[in-house]
């Protein structure tokens, strides 16, 4: 069956160290995004693609990037990681005929 | 300015009881809204899709319903189970085709069910 996969599923860091986190999906899929699930705020789109090599900033992008070589992952990167960024990370995808989309699992993310 | 407005934050019920969720949204133009299911530690599963035109659509126990003019919506949850503890989330989306910035989320209701 396909799914979407998201690892580590679990991550602590220290401030200013590089986080890369994974996502994985099998659907073939073009469209691949990551949210941040912080409470209060429920979901807020960081990054976004269409397809490979596009990507688009989200609403809270500042101090993540994402790149996109495939169809099937879109990793997402933390460049220096700041406390602020301690959340619970999804990656969702979706097919270019439907604006359901598929979430994966979640990374849960703290930062020291 | 596109928001979503979803009431209760959270609720408590006894398994077996009915309850309703609100989501009342200011999205515009109005393409579809969706009903999510978050189970604690799991990403969101999605329940419904509502159009402009359809007033009500049912999975199993789940109702939802919409009226574009006042633009609200409710989610009717029949006989809860435990397995229906969790968050749901009304997702609005601005036009049809979704696209990332076409969608706005709600901060959801947490849901407890009680035996």
């Known amino acids: 069956d396909a799914e979407i996969t998201q690892s580590p599923r679990h991550k602590i860091t220290e401030t200013g160290r590089q986080v890369t986190l994974a996502c994985h999906q099998t659907w073939n899929h073009n469209n691949m995004f990551w949210y941040r699930q912080d409470l209060g705020h429920g979901l807020r789109l960081i990054h976004y693609s269409y397809g490979v090599q596009d990507t688009n900033k989200g609403e809270v992008s500042d101090g993540y990037s994402v790149s996109r070589s495939n169809t099937e992952d879109l990793p997402l990167t933390l460049e220096s990681a700041a406390s602020s960024q301690t959340s619970v990370y999804f990656c969702a995808s979706r097919s270019g005929s439907s604006n359901e989309q598929f979430f994966g699992p979640g990374t849960r993310l703290t930062v020291l | 300015k596109n928001q979503v407005e979803q009431s209760p934050q959270s609720l408590i019920i006894l398994e077996g009881k009915n309850c309703t969720l609100q989501?009342?949204?200011?999205?515009?133009?109005?393409?579809?809204l969706r009903w999510y299911k978050q189970d604690t530690g799991r990403g969101p599963v999605s329940l419904t899709i509502m159009t402009f035109s359809e007033n009500t659509k049912s999975n199993g126990r789940y109702t939802a319903t919409l009226d574009a003019d006042t633009k609200q919506s409710s989610l009717h949850i029949t006989a809860s189970q435990l397995s229906d503890s969790a968050s749901y989330i009304c997702?609005?989306?601005?036009?049809?085709?979704?696209?990332?910035?076409?969608?706005?989320f709600g901060k959801g209701t947490h849901l407890i069910i009680q035996p």
């Open positions: 989501c009342n949204y200011t999205v515009s133009p109005f393409s579809n």
């Open positions: 997702v609005v989306s601005r036009y049809s085709g979704g696209g990332a910035d076409g969608l706005t």
